[in-house]
């Protein structure tokens, strides 16, 4: 019996580091947007490359094995080195490979750097989107939690096929959509939504996924749709949690940015460990900052991914608070 069983992407992550580039800010009628530009038709030095392994999927099943759970991974690799880079690198975690190969490239995304240590990132999506029903080995599929990551084209029809089998074994979702997902709108996520018990969004996937409005009412309107529990994080501004009874909100402390590329799948494998422990939201919610804070001070969505006994010292010190209100 797994403790989680992570479904989602897969990718080979490069980290391209150069001072080569601008940052213009472009003030339209829809608001304030920062571009990162580089010079046209020039041949750029790169100051430094760094290969990591990427995916909702693989960050997440890193995040949970490091915090001492047993986990899953299914997804869809394909042929050569760099699926073999990403195989190597989840076995090396003590990662279960529950996932499929095919004829094809893995995922692949090009991580640029900004000037203010945040990312654009170009991404190859490869076989991740073709992952198919019978790919699945559904009598492994034995666990107490399913996490789902953002999956597109046949993979996420594969997906609402998964999340119907979770219902019928009475297996837990919890569910990270992205902007690609949300942007489609809650019917189009309808059949997960309706069977999640975790929902996790940032506020731009919360407003595309239910509307525009205030924090209390896009958690609310959240709930409506299925999840037990929503939350909705806002980078390094305050984030919210909304179960049957109480809102819960905290700022996470300031600290030092170099990468926030893996922040939020830090924060939602963290927030769901703290479940699976059972020790409540408060406990998640702190959990789920400490890693996240952990992962944006260094290059890489895996490589500073905390132990559940390097979380615990940091919690301790930590001055993380939060605020319960009851609705």
Known sequence: MYDVITVGSATVDVFAKTHFSELIKIIDPKGESDLLAFPSGSKILIDDLEFTTGGGGTNTAVALSRLGHKVAFIGKLGQGTNSDFIHKDLAKEKIDLLCAHGKGNAGYSVILETLEHDRTILTHKGINDELKADDIPFRKLKAKWLYFGAM??????TLEKIAEFAQKNK???AFNPSTYLAEKGKSHLKKILDRTELLVLNKEEASLLVGNDSIQNLLLRLRELGPKIAVITDGQNELFVADDNCIYSAVPPQSKRIDT???GDAFAASFLSGL???????FAIKLGIINAQSVISHYGAKNILLTYREAMKLMRKSRIKVKIRKI
């Open 152 to 157: 597109m084209g046949e993979s996420f029809s």
């Open 171 to 173: 297996i837990k979702i």
């Open 261 to 263: 590329t893996g922040a």
């Open 276 to 282: 699976i422990r059972n020790k409540g939201i408060v």
